[in-house]
RNA sequence: GGGAGCAUAGCUCAGUUGGUUUAGAGCAUCUGCCUUACAAGCAGAGGGUCCGCGGUUCGAACCCGUGUGCUCCCACCA
């Protein structure tokens, strides 16, 4: 067989993906098997996979290729979200590039255009899943909007309006002047920002001609404000009732700068009265606070702003400007005409939208809305009670349970027409129906207006929030919701695991909780494995703007879809953020060639056996690679149960890195070094057989992170009908301590060996003597040869007297004496042996201090005792050998 | 303003109810090697005030208090 020089991905991949597919290896159907289930967080149709995208599919596809290997009946179910504000955005942007207004057509031929639209680039995202290796059922892909799904929204809106949880009403809301849609609370995000803070006159309105003598002489009070453009809609002023400088303008107006509008003086106690001026203007319509005081004293509300964010009729000056260039006029304009007092500096939170990145406006509106106050119970259960787990605990939990506890009622209704249309119809009068259908809710208007038509009823022309479907994916992938009780949901429901980014903790993953619990009685899903956000090197976020955010294909095309996984995963601890770097998939490319060139050696070995049929080789030989191979099988099993343990943790990236030093170390820089055959000689058969069984088992264990390698390697050692990706791993049994440590001791007398080689500059191909003082000579037998060859040593006499030229060195409570053909530099070795002394001798001071201290030996558990005087033995021990040799 | 988390080698992180811990790994660094699988490699080595201070304890990287610095979440003071 010729291989290659080095592993080259991508043809391996494109072959492997499609056999795995033709074979049909990650369609599931419910069996007698037990269910390990994992449906996919939908990423948006409109996207491309970014960096946090692949962290997340990478982390999926390994706990859904290690249970499909593990017993389980393994279904990873994928799919899509039509992400109302996005995709609408880009279809809008799309249409304009056509010279198309959205508002010139019509609703139909508008979401004709989005689903053209959808079909033309929705698919990008499945393609990319699918060379990341991700092993998706793709049978079972699912839309957000597919016909079922559609109808699953419908019916859970009309269940919960039945169940009286869902209202429809005007409340302060949050609204996206550029999306010009309203907005759940979820979707502002504040940022701290330096505004300024100006402060403006307003003339006291002289009204009984006593106003002005009356407040300090003036005419006019000052009151601060960050938002200068929004005092046309003042509708009074308000000052903290206990506050002597405001008490004599009770029942006085005052005059709105620039208008010349007079409103009422107001007293409440929210206002404080050390901040500013203590004095504050009311708009209702533009501040939460500001709405509330206005309910409470009945002022009027005077809405200054249109839709897009310009000044609207009812602002009388400016009217049409956008309403930042405008707070600069009206600046301006309050400077001339000596109304501003003056400007300072301030830092604020500001709102801004998450999905179009503007200045989210407060707006009175009428909109529908989802009671969250019962549903949140349940959900909150869920969690607390342990039902449902969330990795890392510690860190989510505490957030989840302030949310759930603190949550306030849902805007669901967005004012787009890219989603699900609210199953809602108005008579002429405006009154509202809701069902499922229009006939539905033809039905309920009939029953108080006989003689109607069904064409009077028009439906509300707003969708749904985007994760008012998102929150019944685990349900209705599998139909839950449409076809309750279904084979699949019964089967498959809840699921074992959601992977996901911490940042949609409520969005996504508190809603689906309680959709599950109110649909289903039951949680959606066993755990909640929360990754970090991917990063920069440098530790910024990455970002279309910085730049600094890679192609995943351009990834995959340099360095191989196995290299892109194993670099995210091997720094990636839960829950933490992931500084990405290139260098990691560099380390991921060395390690496909490690693997690739232990095959070659492999390959190697099979061609000369071939050749030379099989030797006769010596008993020691024999002995020595039954050391070798007895040590790795325990190595092994003993890694097995360690990355078993870890990936139930889901400490991904450890087990990760636990597998890559077997594979690297044990299995290719120890066990392969052990048994290779002195040159010229071929490898015994039996041996050669163990070999490649081992090579498979740590393929096994490394599959589910590279799965393209492991299994065209695995192909490649044997000819052979099964495939790796579905081949189950066998019991383990646990490993014996004496053979590892017998292995470990080895390695140590190796590597000490070699370090003297090293300083003393012993050329490799000088061959050294060795001498060992030992207590158990027949420990050695079956590893003498395997130490002769690795230090290359001509012989190993045991406890015969070395010349007076050998090294010494200690290991454990061995002594090995080193001659070598050449002059070597004895003074070098025993500074060395100072050092070690030195160290040796104030770890037994502290060990002495310990048991001569009365208070320890009175108080500590035996066997903590115990230890401690074996430590001080074996110190003492040590320190006397060493001694005795630096004498010699 | 409220809450959560973090601080261990140059970098990224382990360190499991306090006791083989005068602390480990990977990457990076340094030294020597083109040794017949692999220079994308091999063989070695160096590198730490476990953030500061105080306490509990026979014993602290680990527990408690406090200070400092970072990160994140939540909140309607103009």
Redesign the pocket.
Known sequence: MDLSK??IPASAEDKWYSHWLSKNYFTSRPDSRPAYTITIPPPNVTGVLHMGHTLNETVQDILIRKARMSGFNACWAPGSDHASIATEAKVVGMLKEKGIEKRDISRQEFLKYAFEWKEKYGNIIYSQIAKLGCSVDWNRTTFTMDEHYYRAVIKVFVDLHNKGLIYRGARMINWDPAAKTALS??EV??KDVTGK?YYVKYKIAATNNDAQSAVYNQDHIV?????PETIMGDTAVCANPDDERYRLLKGKSVLIPLIDKAVPVIFDE?????????I??ITPAH???DYNIGLKHNLPVVDTLNEDGTMSAAAQIYIGEDRFAVRKKIVEELRQKGLLVKEEEYT??IGYSQRTNVVVEPKISTQWFLQMKKMSQPALGAVMSGHVSIHPG??FT??YK??LE?VKDWCISRQLWWGHQIPAWYDEEGNVYVGETKEEAFEKYKIQNVKSKIENLQQDEDVLDTWFSAWLWPIEIFNGITSPGNDDVNYYYPTSVLVTG??II?FWVARMIMAGMEYMHEKPFSDVYFTGMVRDKQ?RKMSKQLGNSPDLLELINQYGADAVRFGIM??S?AG??L?FDE?SLE?G??F???LW??L??LK?WEEKIKLNGQQPIGKTETINSDFAITWFQNRLNEVRIEVDKLMKEFRL??AL?TIY?LI??DY??WF??WI?PE?GRSVDQTIYDFAIDFFEDTLQLLHPYMPFITEEIYHLLREREDDLVVKQFRPVAAPVETVLQHGNMLKEI??AI??V???N?IK?KDAIKLFIETQNPSLYRPLQQILMKQVNAEFIKFNTPAGNTALTIVVEKEKIFIEANIEIDVSAQKDKLLKDLD????????VDR?LS?D??VR???PE?IE?ER??KS?AEEKISMIEQSLQQ
Not at 223 to 227: C, E, H, L, N, V
Not at 270 to 278: P, R
Not at 839 to 846: A, D, I, Q, T, V
């Open positions: 080095n592993y609370d979820e995000e504040h803070l009151i601060a404000t960050q938002r929210y206002v404080d009265k050390d901040f500013g001026t203590g504050l203007k501040d939460i606070n604020t939170r510690d860190k505490a957030t302030y949310w603190n911490q940042d409520f530790g091997i720094s601890p933490n953020d500084l260098g380390q490319k060395h496909n060639n490690k060139n232990a070659k050696l190697m990236s450890e890195k030093s690297w170390d290719c820089s392969l070094e290779k040159y190796i590597t070699r370090d080689r090293n300083k500059n490799p160290y040796l001798k104030g770890f037994l001071n502290s310990k201290n208070k320890f108080n500590a558990k903590v230890l074996k430590k074996d």
